[in-house]
């Protein structure tokens, strides 16, 4: 499924899941403010805060992409133009074809951004093709790779990266799907940030717990602890599977109530102290028939979402990746959504 380009083809770009001018920056603020009163006026929601200084303000976040055919300072610049703003947070995903190649490829993606003020957020995999089990990991195999992989990160100018250590877990469709051994999976998740935060300059590293809506699988069961989490995240794509959800509205309110979904992120990721993230969200055009592949309503609700919660960061993945389905704005394909997210964003 993942893409690749890179210095030496290693590049771990890919998904993974399950026009109007934009407003002046005023605008959108009055909007963007009227909107969090109605809000909170009608759901009792107070303004979330994250770090000083941070509003409830869907546009304050941190903003940031996943561009297809790899997130370059080009490819992250032709992005601003678009959403008139700078982004805060680059999206990418280490190679998994071995440790070495996983450790060159980091190097490689940080010292693209090193000195660029924007955060690194990476997806991390844990096991498969030359990374080794998830039980060889958690029994210590790998340690000196991973006090590498940090070393390598602080050397590159990304001291304080964001890493998605097994991102969506509670699938079936990658090889650290933690499903069949939930345990195994946080006890390796538990050894990575110990390894990794002991190397010196390391201390700000910052690991994202990140499973994917959807799933029937209890995710709990594969949380490492707190002091082995800073961020909780959920990937989320608008897609509908079935009729009853064919409704915008409909699958809105499923995306909300479902068993991990929605509230159960907010309710989870408070229970435990932690501000919430969407590492990787977007619309989409895999639906039943009836269904509206440009759906600026889920785009608005997102952002409504996010304004009244603790969220540290977003990240839209704009790409369009054969099997997996149509996500990018910049094409044209999704002109109501698009002017949705420059709006809000």
């Not at 080794?132 to 602080?154: E, I, K, M, N, P």
């Not at 408070?270 to 993230?277: D, E, I, L, T, W």
């Not at 603790?310 to 959504?337: E, I």
Request: aromatic share 12%; charged share 20%.
């Amino acid at each position: 499924m993942p893409g690749r380009d890179g210095p030496v083809g290693i590049e771990q770009e890919g998904p993974l899941l399950s026009t109007t001018p934009p407003w002046s920056r005023r605008a959108r603020r009055q909007v963007a403010a009227a909107v969090l009163v109605v809000l909170v006026a009608t759901t009792g929601c107070g303004a979330a805060r994250f770090g000083s200084g941070s509003t409830a303000l869907a546009e304050t976040r941190g903003v940031g992409v996943f561009r297809k055919g790899g997130t370059t300072p080009a490819t992250v610049a032709e992005w601003e133009r678009f959403i008139g703003r700078r982004v805060t947070h680059v999206s990418s995903y280490f190679s998994e074809e071995s440790f070495p190649a996983m450790i060159e490829h980091a190097a490689w993606k940080a010292r693209q951004f090193q000195g660029s003020g924007k955060t690194l957020v990476a997806g991390v995999p844990l096991a498969g093709r030359g990374l080794g089990s998830l039980a060889s990991g958690a029994a210590g195999a790998h340690d000196a790779q991973w006090r590498q992989l940090a070393s390598t990160l602080v050397a590159n100018g990304q001291p304080n990266a964001i890493l998605r250590l097994g991102w969506e877990f509670n699938g079936d469709w990658f090889a650290w799907s933690a499903r069949s051994n939930p345990g195994t999976f946080a006890s390796y998740f538990r050894r990575i940030v110990t390894t990794m935060r002991s190397v010196p300059g390391a201390g700000g590293l910052r690991f994202d717990w990140n499973p994917g809506i959807g799933p029937a699988f209890v995710p709990e069961a594969a949380y490492p602890g707190d002091a082995y989490v800073d961020v909780i995240g959920l990937d989320i794509y608008d897609r509908s599977y079935g009729a009853r959800v064919a409704n915008s509205e409909a699958r809105w309110a499923d995306f909300m109530d479902r068993p991990y979904g929605l509230r159960w992120h907010r309710d989870f990721a408070r229970a435990h102290g932690k501000p919430m993230s969407f590492p990787e969200w977007g619309v989409s055009d895999i639906h039943v028939g009836g269904a509206r592949a440009d759906n600026p309503q889920f785009v608005r609700s997102l952002a409504d979402w996010m304004a009244v919660n603790n969220v540290a960061y977003q990240s839209y993945f704009d790409v369009d990746k054969p099997g997996d389905g149509s996500h990018a704005l910049m094409t044209g394909r999704f002109p109501a959504s698009a002017a949705a997210y420059r709006t809000r964003f």
